[in-house]
Structures are given as structure tokens and as C-alpha cells.
């Protein structure tokens, strides 16, 4: 590979980016954090409006967790929040970041991959990175047909054996670049490629890298009610632990029994129910479909059944409240004021290998 080529057009072509245009290992780490499976487009709003409120590690370890959940609300997979919620909480305690990768890879979320960014380019070391898009240039120039699962530490050590010293942070800027722009999973633009002299997989690439079977993902169903009183939503947070811990939701359960679920999870009795619809989300193990009624029940909300609390929630705050994108689409689909989807994420990379 033409390093030297590389480099030369990322500095020619590189897209502006608030982590790139002001660089730091707070903003290289929320970044990192937040672009893992999301899109550069979504997140950039999401990042400024985070930093706009914890712009260092230390407010962000001082912010509650609540606080830190609503502000990611929308961007789906919170325990990535949670993490670096905890990372900055680490680098409070110890009065600033590790400043080497091995130290990096210390803190919480934090695997080769981040590691490797914060230190390559926030840090200014001769680190290397590999995610999804550089696993693809170096199948790719090096024609490796295998999957990438597989071969982990020979990409490593081909990412490491281009490294330029003194360079790394551009030059893995400018792979993960080249792997999002010109050698694209699909359809790919070898002709505008920098380095295209010297690939050894310009005649065919996309037979490398081998494409890993997908798993069958499985289905459930799933139940919710919108229930209003006096302006208000009742709205139940989840669980501390699991799936979308901690965050709110419209009370519901697994399975087609509102009115059971009602009963056992907030202590309410079904008296009517009208169905609004259903909507289909696909976590990363399940693809779940939920009915949303509209619904009168009796009683007084209480939290049962796993939930940690039930509210009564003014319809105009219940944007606001930390949740997740399920739950925006569930509350779209009644129509509640305040809490429309916000634009779906598509994914950006595969989870880096972090
Ligand atoms: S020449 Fe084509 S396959 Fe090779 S690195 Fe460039 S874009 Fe990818």
C-alpha cells in the first residue's frame, strides 16, 4: 500500500467532522462511543448537543446517569452511555486519561479499537486501529478472502506494519476514510481509489473479505398501553439491568396480554383497549413487534413486575425523559405530543472489535 498516497488524499479530501475539527481524548472518546454502529450524520447533532452540555470527562462524571441517558436518548444501545459514563468517571478519579493504549484499554467500553483511536489521534502515538471499514481495505489490498472474525490478529498486525510513525493519527483516519467513501462494502470506486496501484483485490473486490453467514434473528411480540389522564402519560421505567435498562417506556410485557400485563406490571385493571397499531424494531438478538393500544384502566399505577417506577408524565415533558427508540415510535404511533421518532440510524461500521 502507497501510504504516502493515502495520506495525501485524506488531507486533500477529509470530511469535516466537530471531533476532527477540534480534537481532544474526551471528544475522540464520545465520538468513538457514540459513531459504533450509527452513522457520522446522526451522530454529529447528537455529539454537539453532548458536548454542548458535558464538554469535559469531569462534567460528564459529575452529570447523573438519568441526565446522561436522556441526552443519548435516540441513539439506541445505551450501554454504550453507561460506559462512557463510567469512563469519565474513571478519568475524574484519576485526574485525567491513561496516556498510552494499554492504559486506555483500562477504562470502561474501552477495547483495542478505541483504545487505538484516542491514542492515535488524540494522543499523537504510533497506535494502530481496526474496524469494520479497515478490515475491508486490508481484505481488500492484501486479496484475504477469509472472514475477518477469523483472521483478527494477522489485520491487526497488517494495520500496525503500515503504520508511518510519527503519522498514525491521520493515517487510520484515512483508512476508516477510504473504507467509508471509495472502498465501500458495495459497489466500491477503485477508479478514484489512492491506492489503487498495488491492490490485490482491484479485479474483484467485492469477494473479500468473505461475507459471514447471517444468524437467523428471532421473533417475539409484545404488548403496550397508552394511557393518558388529565394531559399526562403514564409511562414506567425499565429494569436497571438488561435490555434498555433504566429507561421509560410505555407500561407494557412480552406477549399478547394487556390486560395481564397491565395487572402484574403497574397494578392497573384493563377496562378498554383500542389497538393503533404495531411496530417492528430490531435489536441486535430479537426482532420485536408491539402492539400499542390506546387504553382506560382502573386503578392506582404502581410499579410491579421489574419496573423501578411508574410516572404520570405531562405529555409536553415526555420528550425529554430518557427513551428509547422503540418507545419514540410507540409514542408516534398515538400521536403524543412532544415525543415524534427521531430520523432511524442506519449503521455506519460493524461494532468495532472494542
Ligand atoms: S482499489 Fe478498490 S478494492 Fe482496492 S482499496 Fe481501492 S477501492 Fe478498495
Same mark, same amino acid.
Given at each position: 500500500?502507497?501510504?504516502?498516497?493515502?495520506? $495525501?488524499?485524506?488531507?486533500?479530501?477529509?470530511?469535516?467532522?466537530?471531533?476532527?475539527?477540534?480534537?481532544?481524548?474526551?471528544?475522540?472518546?464520545?465520538?468513538?462511543?457514540?459513531? /459504533? /454502529?450509527?452513522?457520522?450524520?446522526?451522530?454529529?447533532?447528537?455529539?454537539?448537543?453532548?458536548?454542548?452540555?458535558?464538554?469535559?470527562?469531569?462534567?460528564?462524571?459529575? @452529570?447523573?446517569?438519568?441526565?446522561?441517558?436522556?441526552?443519548?436518548?435516540? *441513539?439506541?444501545?445505551?450501554?454504550?452511555?453507561?460506559?462512557?459514563?463510567?469512563?469519565?468517571?474513571?478519568?475524574?478519579?484519576?485526574?485525567?486519561? =491513561? /496516556?498510552?493504549?494499554?492504559?486506555?484499554?483500562? *477504562?470502561?467500553?474501552?477495547?483495542?479499537?478505541?483504545?487505538? $483511536?484516542?491514542?492515535?489521534?488524540?494522543?499523537?502515538?504510533?497506535?494502530?486501529?481496526?474496524?469494520?471499514?479497515?478490515?475491508?481495505?486490508? %481484505?481488500?489490498?492484501?486479496?484475504?478472502?477469509?472472514?475477518?472474525?477469523?483472521?483478527?490478529?494477522? *489485520?491487526?498486525? /497488517?494495520?500496525?506494519?503500515?503504520?508511518?510513525?510519527?503519522?498514525?493519527?491521520?493515517?487510520?483516519?484515512?483508512?476508516?476514510?477510504?473504507?467509508?467513501?471509495?472502498?465501500?462494502?458495495?459497489?466500491?470506486?477503485?477508479?478514484? %481509489? =489512492?491506492?489503487?496501484?498495488? %491492490? @490485490?483485490?482491484?479485479?474483484?473486490?467485492?469477494?473479500?473479505?468473505?461475507?459471514?453467514?447471517?444468524?437467523?434473528?428471532?421473533?417475539?411480540?409484545?404488548?403496550?398501553?397508552?394511557?393518558?389522564?388529565?394531559? &399526562?402519560?403514564?409511562?414506567?421505567?425499565?429494569? $436497571?439491568?438488561?435490555?434498555?435498562?433504566? *429507561?421509560?417506556?410505555?407500561?407494557?410485557?412480552?406477549? @399478547?396480554?394487556?390486560?395481564?400485563?397491565?395487572?402484574?406490571?403497574?397494578?392497573?385493571?384493563?377496562?378498554? $383497549?383500542?389497538?393503533?397499531?404495531?411496530?417492528?424494531?430490531?435489536?441486535?438478538?430479537?426482532?420485536?413487534?408491539?402492539?400499542?393500544?390506546?387504553?382506560?384502566?382502573?386503578?392506582?399505577?404502581?410499579?410491579?413486575?421489574?419496573?423501578?417506577?411508574?410516572?404520570?408524565?405531562?405529555?409536553?415533558?415526555?420528550?425529554?425523559?430518557?427513551?428509547?427508540?422503540?418507545?419514540?415510535?410507540?409514542?408516534?404511533?398515538?400521536?403524543?405530543?412532544?415525543?415524534?421518532?427521531?430520523?432511524?440510524?442506519?449503521? &455506519? &461500521?460493524?461494532?468495532?472489535?472494542?
Amino acid at each position: 500500500m502507497d501510504v504516502t498516497a493515502l495520506l $495525501a488524499w485524506y488531507r486533500a479530501h477529509r470530511r469535516s467532522m466537530p471531533w476532527r475539527d477540534e480534537v481532544s481524548p474526551y471528544r475522540t472518546l464520545v465520538s468513538e462511543i457514540m459513531l /459504533q /454502529q450509527t452513522r457520522v450524520d446522526t451522530v454529529i447533532p447528537y455529539f454537539q448537543r453532548f458536548i454542548g452540555e458535558f464538554p469535559t470527562a469531569e462534567a460528564l462524571a459529575a @452529570a447523573p446517569l438519568e441526565r446522561v441517558l436522556e441526552r443519548w436518548s435516540g *441513539l439506541g444501545y445505551y450501554s454504550r452511555a453507561r460506559n462512557l459514563h463510567a469512563a469519565a468517571k474513571a478519568v475524574a478519579a484519576e485526574g485525567g486519561f =491513561p /496516556q498510552d493504549a494499554e492504559g486506555l484499554r483500562g *477504562l470502561p467500553g474501552v477495547g483495542p479499537y478505541t483504545a487505538g $483511536a484516542i491514542a492515535s489521534i488524540a494522543l499523537g502515538l504510533d497506535e494502530a486501529l481496526v474496524d469494520g471499514n479497515v478490515e475491508r481495505v486490508i %481484505c481488500r489490498q492484501m486479496a484475504w478472502a477469509e472472514d475477518p472474525k477469523r483472521i483478527k490478529a494477522r *489485520l491487526w498486525e /497488517q494495520a500496525r506494519a503500515w503504520l508511518p510513525k510519527g503519522e498514525a493519527g491521520d493515517f487510520n483516519q484515512a483508512l476508516m476514510e477510504l473504507g467509508a467513501t471509495i472502498c465501500t462494502p458495495s459497489a466500491p470506486s477503485c477508479l478514484l %481509489c =489512492p491506492v489503487r496501484a498495488g %491492490c @490485490a483485490g482491484v479485479d474483484g473486490p467485492e469477494r473479500y473479505p468473505a461475507k459471514a453467514p447471517k444468524a437467523a434473528v428471532p421473533e417475539a411480540v409484545a404488548v403496550a398501553a397508552l394511557l393518558r389522564d388529565d394531559g &399526562r402519560v403514564l409511562l414506567a421505567r425499565r429494569p $436497571a439491568t438488561g435490555l434498555l435498562a433504566g *429507561l421509560w417506556e410505555l407500561p407494557g410485557a412480552l406477549g @399478547a396480554d394487556l390486560g395481564a400485563a397491565l395487572t402484574e406490571r403497574v397494578g392497573l385493571t384493563l377496562l378498554d $383497549a383500542t389497538p393503533l397499531g404495531t411496530v417492528t424494531h430490531v435489536f441486535s438478538h430479537l426482532r420485536l413487534h408491539t402492539t400499542v393500544y390506546t387504553a382506560q384502566a382502573h386503578g392506582i399505577a404502581a410499579a410491579g413486575g421489574g419496573y423501578q417506577e411508574v410516572r404520570w408524565v405531562p405529555a409536553a415533558e415526555v420528550d425529554g425523559m430518557a427513551l428509547s427508540t422503540l418507545t419514540r415510535r410507540t409514542l408516534a404511533l398515538g400521536s403524543a405530543p412532544a415525543a415524534m421518532p427521531r430520523k432511524p440510524r442506519a449503521t &455506519r &461500521r460493524p461494532a468495532p472489535p472494542s
